[in-house]
Structure formats: C-alpha cells, structure tokens
C-alpha cells in the first residue's frame, strides 16, 4: 500500500471531524523532502507547526504561503545540540533518512551538529494548550519521543498520534529498520501509547497486497508476530486519545491506495 498517500488522505478526513473547532495544533515532526503533512494541516486551517533540521525548499515556500511555524531543530530527548547523521539510502545521500542515531539503517558517515529540544519545550515554545495531531518521522528516534508523553498532562495529549516504523527490509528478514534495538522501539511505543490511554489504531504498511489492520490498544496483548505483516516494509500506526473514526470510513479510503508501478520497482528491486 501507497504509505504516505494513503495516511494523508486518512487525516484529511479525521482530523476536521474529530476537531471541528480547529481548537489544537497539529505537529508534523521530521518533515522530510516528499510527504509534507504540514500541508495538509495548513490546508484544513489547523495552527500548523513543522519540525525539521534540514529544511528542503520546498518547505520554506510552504511555510511563506500558509502560515506555518518552522523549528529547524530535531525534537529529541534533551535541550540543546546534538549529532545528526546525514541520511544514506540506496549508495545516496538522501536528507529524508538524517537520524540522530547513528545505528540506523539509512545513517551515514557525514555528520552535523543541531540545535535539539525535549517535548515539553517543543510545546512550551509554542504555547500549546491543545493538540489535535502529532506526526512523527524521525528515522529509528520515535520510541525517544514518544517515552516523554508519560510526562505529559492529559490535556496535552494529542487526540491523534502518527507514528512510523521499520524500513529498508522485510519484518522477516530482522534487519535495518526491522532489527532487534529499532523493533525494540516501535514495541515499547506501542505499549507507552497503551499505558497513557490510546485506543482505537490502524496501521498502514507498504507490502504489497495488504489491508490496514484496525485494532484497539485498551484490548491489545501487544506482539510483534501477531500484530505486523510477515512481510511488512514499513508503514504508520495512527492513534486515538478518547476518540475514534469509522472503520468502514477507513477502509473506504484505503481502497485507493493499494500500489502502483514505483511500488513494484521498490518491492522488487531495493528490497529483494
């Protein structure tokens, strides 16, 4: 399934629903250079604020044509700066795999110092009192984040959290974004998300001829086996706080997204 495609057409759906009155902002954390969520919160008139290190320009116009808050910092653990590792995918440096870690899979030997915040400051320096989505893209370092919303107060739980996982192999192989410290991540996200009170979920994955799977974290004996495609590449799980969205809805959206040419080539090529 056509991951990024499908997850836009999913929130632009969502989010007006489940916040009418546009009364929270919406994240778009590690913008990258191809799927611009900040886009799509600006459009439907959310208070919109992107999180990037290294901003492609494309961003900078978005940013001057709506009125989109730009952080050119990593959101991460601790204030100050950090280590970025300049991303590498397929022999080529490609910005849209920069992690702060440097064991991950898309992680290359060119470095940079940034400028790093913590979620409390993120949400301090934009004065928020509520929030309606949080997308997370940041390459292996989304368990690091979202660890801190135990640290929360419930009023600042975002009604909807985006979050991606795996990548560059297949779960079966246990490799890259699939090895054991980034698998690790993803499962210890999922049961952070549990013990704060997300429920209703779906995951989307870009394996061919998969459906998304929708199910309720309050319910779920989370494991790994059970819960991801055997064949699964990589993909999002969205998570509700105190709310849900219709499951015949979501799976009427999806239909569309079930792949195309580039996917096969991507399948079959990078991932073989």
């Not at 989307?204 to 309720?216: E, L, M, R, W």
Request: glycine letters at 6%.
């Amino acid at each position: 399934m056509r991951v990024e495609p499908c997850c836009l057409a999913l929130l632009k759906m969502i989010l007006p629903e489940i916040d009418s009155q546009r009364e929270g902002i919406c994240f778009d954390i590690g913008v990258g250079t191809f799927a611009f969520y900040c886009e799509l919160f600006a459009q439907l008139k959310f208070t919109t604020v992107a999180v990037e290190p290294l901003p492609v320009p494309k961003l900078y116009k978005l940013c001057k044509r709506y009125p989109i808050t730009l952080i050119e910092s990593c959101l991460s653990d601790r204030n100050g700066t950090q280590t970025l590792y300049r991303g590498k995918f397929a022999n080529l440096i490609n910005s849209n795999f920069s992690s702060l870690s440097p064991n991950w899979f898309g992680s290359s030997a060119s470095i940079q110092e940034v400028k790093t915040l913590d979620l409390l400051a993120l949400f301090s320096s934009v004065n928020a009192q509520k929030i309606t989505c949080f997308k997370l893209d940041i390459e292996g370092w989304e368990s690091v984040i979202i660890k801190q919303f135990l640290d929360l107060p419930e009023h600042l739980l975002p009604k909807v959290v985006m979050f991606e996982y795996g990548g560059g192999s297949r779960r079966f192989s246990g490799t890259k974004g699939w090895s054991s410290p980034f698998l690790e991540g993803t499962m210890k996200s999922l049961h952070t998300l549990q013990d704060c009170g997300y429920g209703f979920s779906i995951m989307i994955d870009y394996a061919a001829k998969t459906q998304p799977k929708i199910f309720d974290l309050r319910s779920l004996s989370l494991d790994e086996n059970t819960l991801f495609y055997p064949n699964a590449v990589y993909g999002n799980i969205i998570s509700f706080y105190n709310c849900f969205y219709s499951e015949t809805a979501v799976n009427q959206i999806c239909q569309s997204y079930t792949g195309n040419i580039i996917h096969w080539f991507v399948e079959k090529f990078l991932l073989s």
